[in-house]
């Protein structure tokens, strides 16, 4: 099966394909251009230079969040459109999730702490520890302050490996708290592709109706409205 992955909630952007299990081809950007000027030409692109279209394409799959609320829209928004245009199931995978698998070159049993900067004083969160090659959800993703995380982490009593946008934040955050973390190379530290088409491939399969964005908080604008609505 060929899964098409896209990956848009920060900054960079990737798109990748894997075949069973394997990965054929990825393109990855950090320029800071809009996502949607970027990130169908870079998977036309990919699959042209493999001699292939969107029609060869099994199963599309996003990172549907959590992360920057237009990134992930935006993500979101070409993989529907692609599938319901091919007739294709889709899948819907958590970001944070997907970031995981970067956590491949850690230990194992070492716990990885997936972070994107959440802003207001928080990350995006959540951890996982790596068991045969695949990360083992250790709970949900959520919004979390630092010194909440940190106290969190330090009962854990394990080695700490930070991925994600929000990586080096987050270790200098834990550091504050006198928790030492490894923070993974940056290569390896950012969202891709890659971990979305990852995590899709142990996922169910959904319609394009199914396919909706997981935000964890209130956009800013939303926020702006509602201080406005109640501070009268």
């Not at 829209?73 to 899948?91: F, H, M, N, Q, T």
């Not at 958590?94 to 956590?103: H, K, P, R, W």
């Not at 716990?111 to 996982?128: E, K, P, S, T, V």
Request: with cysteine; proline share 4%; net charge negative.
């Amino acid at each position: 099966m060929k899964i098409l992955g896209f990956e848009s909630s920060a900054k960079s952007a990737s798109v990748a394909l894997l075949e069973n299990g394997v990965l054929l081809a990825q393109s990855f950007q950090n320029s800071g251009l809009t996502h949607s000027r970027t990130l169908l030409p870079m998977a036309e692109d990919m699959l042209k230079n493999l001699d292939m279209d969107f029609g060869d394409v099994d199963l599309f799959a996003v990172a549907h969040g959590p992360g920057s609320f237009t990134g992930v829209r935006i993500g979101v928004s070409a993989v529907k459109g692609l599938a319901w245009a091919l007739d294709k199931p889709v899948c819907g995978v958590s970001t944070l999730e997907a970031m995981a698998y970067n956590g491949i070159a850690a230990p194992e049993g070492v716990i990885i702490c997936c972070a994107m900067d959440a802003r207001r004083g928080q990350f995006y969160n959540a951890l996982f520890e790596m068991e045969g090659g695949k990360p083992r959800r250790l709970c949900e993703d959520r919004a979390i302050s630092p010194s909440e995380l940190a106290e969190e982490i330090k009962n854990l009593k394990k080695s700490i490996f930070t991925v994600g946008d929000g990586a080096a934040l987050c270790y200098n955050a834990l550091d504050n708290f006198e928790i030492k973390t490894i923070l993974a190379p940056e290569p390896m530290r950012f969202q891709s592709a890659w971990g979305v088409c990852m995590a899709a491939a142990d996922r169910p399969q959904q319609t394009v109706h199914e396919l909706l964005p997981v935000y964890l908080r209130l956009s800013q604008a939303e926020r702006e409205r509602q201080e406005r609505v109640f501070g009268k």
